[in-house]
């Protein structure tokens, strides 16, 4: 059984840093692609950035130059590395595998089948 557990999140001053970690079990990172999601308040779950197999990544055009996704094979883990932080870039964030698709990801939630619980990012002006 695939388990994600996302951790890294906190409150930050617009500006700052941060690094997500998304801790896999049952499955390997390296299989097929993985993905960050974000739900901010009220609004709809969103992609952030996906990679696969071989390491082609997507990223949203919003987060293009402040955000990287990569994967720790090693660790059996996935990051996100987010820099430059906004107000706007409040919300849940949440990682997730789709197991169907190896090179080149989809960037909708709907063709991810498994799922973290998520990990919180505030960001005040």
């Known amino acids: 059984q695939v388990h994600l557990v996302e951790s890294g999140g906190d409150s930050v001053q617009a500006g700052g840093s941060l690094r997500l970690s998304c801790a896999v079990s049952g499955y390997s990172v390296s299989t097929s692609c993985m993905g960050w999601f974000r739900q901010p308040p009220g609004k709809e779950r969103e992609v952030v950035a996906v990679?696969?197999?071989?390491?082609?990544?997507v990223y949203t055009d919003s987060v293009k130059g402040r955000f990287t996704i990569s994967k720790e094979n090693a660790e059996n883990t996935l990051i996100l590395q987010l820099n430059s932080l906004e107000p706007e870039d409040t919300a849940m964030y949440y990682c997730?595998?789709?197991?169907?698709?190896?090179?080149?990801?989809?960037?909708?939630?709907?063709?991810?089948?498994?799922w973290g619980r998520g990990t919180r990012v505030t960001v005040s002006s």
């Open positions: 997730a595998t789709d197991l169907d698709r190896y090179t080149y990801c989809s960037i909708r939630p709907v063709d991810y089948s498994n």
């Open positions: 990679i696969g197999k071989t390491g082609i990544t």
